[in-house]
């Protein structure tokens, strides 16, 4: 039945003319190869205007979708721009496709084979009636755009001007895009030209750093121990003398000696031989510098009223490298610098002590003379005095030391100032002015020595050191000695002598102990001044004591009335004895056993035992009286000297204590 309508649709159509293959009339767009495809099913739905590419009446016959089938799929169905002709007839097609052939039909070129039967075709749903329909409505396309007006073709010329100018302004755009692009490229040439250009300059650089680095490495311990910064000069040559000074000298001093030792190599290089003349420069001018800031802090010494060891310390030790740095570089004028301040030191010693020794001259002192000995009685004594045309000052007592001896234990307690000393109205005793001269003297010259050494050393050694401390303090040891001479040459103080050689034994033990040597001599000399004096007053006591006992009968020559009014009691010697005998004991608690004390006590002990058995004699055939009046006299001494310690304070108590139990026998 659908083979009928078939025919008739051909027999009306076969009638008119072929239509060409060409689709360039046709106002409809240009389908793909892929819509034309008979193995492709459209993927719409319903009738489409574009469906009428399946018509039987097309310009591409069933021969050409039969040929397509043989293609690839997926591949185009146009393969030529040249148009093809081919059968419209649709009787002929219907027999090729059952097998039978025209034989008024022209051969086709194509061979339908078995295999083409089993194709399945997609009509995209339509029937075959859809389909021709579809294919007339494609048809009557081109004539409806023939019977369009010329007032459209006017509506459609200013949209094709439009078109035109948009055309032409993209072309405009796109031209300006391309320069644009051609000087993109050319700019990314010319960058990758300085690109190339810059690795290479890199790699030159990389080269000459490594190079540089390796010359750096072999020059710079050369330059660094030859080159002096801008800092270090300017500093040296128009800074301030501060705390950095000995720093930067050190630092000159070092780059010095370095360029000495290059200077005597044999191959000097040019570059030594140029900085030889500014480092020596350079070095005379810190040189000069330096002397003239010593010079300055030895005239501040000089200035009235000025504590010399504050500047000692402040402006000298502060910077004693700079002494050092010029004792190297310029020995002769470093030792005239030393003088110079040797000389104001010398001076300043002896001025201050010389006003002080005054000062201490000044003050009230207990007068002991020949007439303070044992044996000589009150009386007698205060007679002598009335006859003296001097006065002795208040009274004291020439064998008691009482609280004389706390100037020994207060070793904390300071020289009196010369304020103090020329003010104070007390009377004292000798060892008052003699510790607070002497005490002031050791302080001062244990400074002076210690400074000496901290500032003038390593620059000159110890012994030249000790030799110009005694320059600076000779006169005034000498001053000292002259005021113990003063103190203790007419003096029979036994007790204030014996307290001035101890005091002398404790500041040589605090010499020792600061490590002062250079004053041993001065102590020594002291002590040859005390010891003998010492002796020599203890002479005075022994004689007294020998002339005492001379003065005394051997043998009773009164009568028994008279020997009876005679009294057992101590005698005043022994209680005098006694006294001096505890301050000696008192005063030696440390005492070794090479000192002339213990020679001198056995002395005056031998004597005044001696005096006391001839005085017991006195009490003729009463032998219990002269054995009460030995008992008495014995236990005294024994009961005065009880307190005392040391090993010569034992020996003496164990001696009168085998006296005193004799005699208490004997009774």
Known sequence: MWLDRLAGQASGSGSSTPQSVSRSYSPLPRRTSSNLSPYVTSQRQGHSPRGSSLSLDSSESSTSLLASSRRPNGSGLKQSSAPVAHPTNSIETLEKLLGKTSSSAPVADSVILDSDFDLEFDFGGLSLKELAASQDDANLLPQIAKTQQPSNYESDQAKFEDLHRSITACDDILSSVETNLTSFRNDLASVSADIESLQDRSTALNKRLENRKEVEKALSPLVEELSVSPEIITKITTGHVDESWPKLLTELDRRAAAHKKKANDVQQSKATSDLGPLLEKLVQKAVERIRDFIVAQIKALRSPNINAQIIQQQNFLKYKDLYTFLHKHHSQLAEEIALAYMNTMRWYYLTQFTRYEKALGKMKLHVLDKNDTLNHEETTRMASVLSAARMTGPPHDAFNIGRRVDIIKASEQPALSSFLAEEDKTTHYLEVPFRSFNLALIDNAAAEYTFL??????????????????????????????????????????????????????????????????????????????WPRLQVIMDRHCESVRNLTNATPAKASKSAAEQAKVSAAPHQVTQRFGQLLHGFLSLSADAGDDEPVAASLQRLRTDVEAFLTRFGNSFGADKRKTARFMYNNYSLILTIIGDTTGKLAEEQQQHFEELKTAYQDGD
Not at 510 to 517: D, F, I, N, T
């Open 453 to 530: 050494a901290t500032y003038f050393s390593p620059s000159l050694s110890f012994s030249h050191i000790s030799k110009n401390f005694h320059y600076i303090f000779d006169p005034t040891f000498e001053l000292g000695q002259t005021l113990s001479k003063t103190l203790v040459g007419d003096t029979y103080d036994a007790l204030g002598v014996l307290m001035c050689i101890r005091l002398n034994q404790h500041f040589a033990f605090e010499l020792q102990r600061r490590r002062v040597p250079a004053v041993d001599s001065y102590v020594n000399g002291t002590n040859m001044l005390l």
